[in-house]
């Protein structure tokens, strides 16, 4: 799982595979948001998860939250190669902006 | 649809030298700006926020410096660049209206030498 000090996570997978990436954070959030973020680009906000939620789906994309943890979870059912790309899990402050605080981050590598 | 667009693109400077990144938003009004720094191989750190123009509020002490000059535009400086600041800089906006989703835009890739 990511946050912390640990350094950037790799997964690597067969293609149509599930997976699930982790992560936990430590302070309070009634937000978790998952980014994708191919090489070279900036990142892409693919799922957002409010605490009121404990879990939100978006095509072959499952997020979980549960703040009595402190964790979510990111699932890709039937991964693809287009799949492949860094995963981040980020939470927020607000108070007229939002502060991110993003996580070190999982590699997921789809092969073939 | 909004548009985020970052320059330059890349930019390739010597320990010392002073740097200015920018960064606009087409298509909406009154956003919330951030600044990211990314090491390469690192996750994003924020360093700067900004809800209005005029109004800049820093997240962490990196020796830089940004602005908000106009409603859609967010500019990253400093005189004085360090090895360190080498790395991927992104800007990002989201909704003055509590939205919470964070845009980011193509960023630069700044290369100290």
């Known amino acids: 799982s990511q946050w912390g000090e640990e350094n950037l996570q790799a997964l690597s997978i067969q293609e149509g595979e599930d997976v699930t990436m982790n992560c936990s954070y430590k302070t309070y959030t009634t937000v978790v948001h998952w980014y994708r973020q191919d090489s070279g680009r900036g990142p892409a906000l693919i799922i957002l998860i409010r605490s009121n939620e404990r879990e939100k789906r978006s095509g072959r994309l499952r997020a979980t939250l549960d703040t009595s943890s402190q964790s979510s979870s990111l699932s890709i059912t039937a991964a693809q190669c287009e799949d492949t790309a860094v995963y981040f899990c980020a939470t927020d402050e607000t108070g007229g902006a939002d502060r991110l605080t993003f996580g070190k981050g999982t590699q997921l590598i789809i092969q073939p | 649809a909004q548009t985020i667009h970052q320059w330059p693109v890349a930019e390739i400077k010597a320990v010392g030298s002073p740097l200015s990144l920018g960064c606009t938003i087409k298509?909406?009004?009154?956003?919330?700006l951030y600044w990211y720094w990314q090491a390469t191989g690192g996750t994003l750190q924020q360093l700067f926020y900004s809800i209005t123009v005029g109004q800049v509020e820093s997240v962490v002490q990196l020796n830089l410096s940004a602005s908000r000059p106009k409603d859609d535009q967010f500019i990253l400086s400093t005189e004085k660049l360090l090895l360190s600041h080498s790395g991927f800089y992104l800007c990002?906006?989201?909704?003055?209206?509590?939205?919470?989703?964070?845009?980011f835009g193509p960023g630069t890739r700044l290369t100290v030498l």
């Open positions: 990002a906006w989201s909704s003055s209206l509590g939205g919470r989703e964070q845009y």
């Open positions: 298509g909406k009004s009154s956003p919330n």
